[in-house]
């Protein structure tokens, strides 16, 4: 069997639903439909059990932000703080946005590569939101949502890929635009308008309408095998035809890691990135890749400052440098 851990990094399934006879989020300023959309939200899911509901204005910024760098929430959510919600299960992957784009956006997220899991894990919660409430819905057009591009299903597949090789031989481009030709979109780790940072991107579907759950799931798949399937032929030529060069690059990651005195978020990520594709190359071994894989969203600006309270005195580039270069040291262990 495969082992697509290489490339894929979690696995997404989101479902946008809206109450019918609310107005959609852009256009919400009615107290009273507001009040139903939480209160009954809320009520839901507090007699379902295993969830915490968490309104965004209970909250500070800094903790969103930090939510945020993890992708549990999205800048939207942020951005509708005053009314908004997060609603998660005890392991985090299980969450539901109340008062994003849609009124409800459920998610699943799953290690690896996993979105027939992902998918199965929300199945459940959909059928309670739909048996509970009056959901917005057309026999033409599916699931009503705010943006046309979610109608249908409901439903965006997506997988994050690490795919450095892709990267380093500027096929990024490339693979954009074959994407789009099959419906689907390619993003930055943080989605729409991002930056592909430490090579890490998202395949998702473009459109739902149209399209059952399954084609969706299996158009995204599809992609995402060719995509594997090209970035380890493409690792192995850089490999072959640049090895001096590659492990040059990440022994010098590795020692900058765990010896700088300050480094920014940025920097961070592609240094912690370098050494992944060294644990690829067996330059080294990583002992724990679930507690690796933390530190990309550890050494942000926001989750840092939840894990450690520093002074406003002592600057986030040199807590930072501290707080990864110890787990660097603690993870990554010389000679393979």
């Known amino acids: 069997m495969h082992n697509y851990s290489n490339v894929a990094i979690s ?3 989101r ?5 019918s006879g609310i107005d959609f989020m852009n256009k919400l300023t009615d107290k009273n439909q507001i009040d139903f959309l939480t209160q009954s939200t809320k009520a839901l899911f507090e007699h379902m059990g295993d969830f915490t509901y968490l309104p965004l204005s209970k909250i500070s910024i800094s903790k969103c932000s930090a ?7 999205s800048k939207e959510l942020i951005e509708n703080r005053d009314i908004s919600a997060v609603v998660t299960n005890e392991d985090e992957n299980i969450i539901i946005m109340v008062g994003e784009e849609d009124h409800l956006r459920e998610q699943s997220i799953v290690k690896g590569f996993d979105l027939q899991q992902a998918y199965n894990n929300l199945l459940p919660i959909d059928e309670s939101i739909i048996n509970h409430f009056n959901i917005s819905f057309d026999d033409e057009y599916g699931f009503l949502t705010s943006s046309p591009s979610n109608l249908g299903t409901g439903m965006r597949a997506s997988v994050m890929v690490f795919i450095p090789a892709i990267q380093r031989l500027n096929k990024i481009k490339e693979l954009t635009e074959e994407a789009r030709k099959y419906g689907l979109t390619f993003r930055g780790i943080y989605g729409e308008g991002s930056e592909g940072l430490g090579s ?3 395949i998702s579907n473009q459109h739902s309408l149209g399209l059952s759950e399954e084609q969706i799931i299996d158009k995204v798949s599809d992609f995402f095998l060719d995509i594997c399937a090209q970035e380890e032929s493409l690792r192995q030529q ?5 090895y001096s060069e590659i492990k040059d690059e990440v022994q010098r990651a590795y020692g900058i890691l765990t010896c700088c005195y300050s480094i920014s978020e940025k920097e961070m990520i592609k240094l912690l990135s370098l050494l992944k594709l060294g644990s690829y190359f067996n330059f080294f071994s990583i002992k724990d890749q679930e507690m690796f894989m933390k530190l990309y969203y550890h050494g942000g ?9 520093f002074s406003k005195e002592k600057e ?8 990864i270069s110890k787990r660097v040291k603690n993870l990554v262990v010389i000679g393979g």
Do not use: P, W
């Open 67 to 73: 939510m945020l760098e993890r992708h549990i929430i």
């Open 238 to 242: 850089i490999f072959d035809n640049n």
């Open 316 to 323: 986030e580039n040199v807590v930072r440098a501290e707080y």
């Open 15 to 19: 479902l946008a639903r809206n109450f």
């Open 11 to 13: 696995s997404r399934i």
């Open 301 to 309: 600006g926001a989750t840092l400052k939840e894990i450690i309270k």
């Open 200 to 202: 890490i991107y998202q």
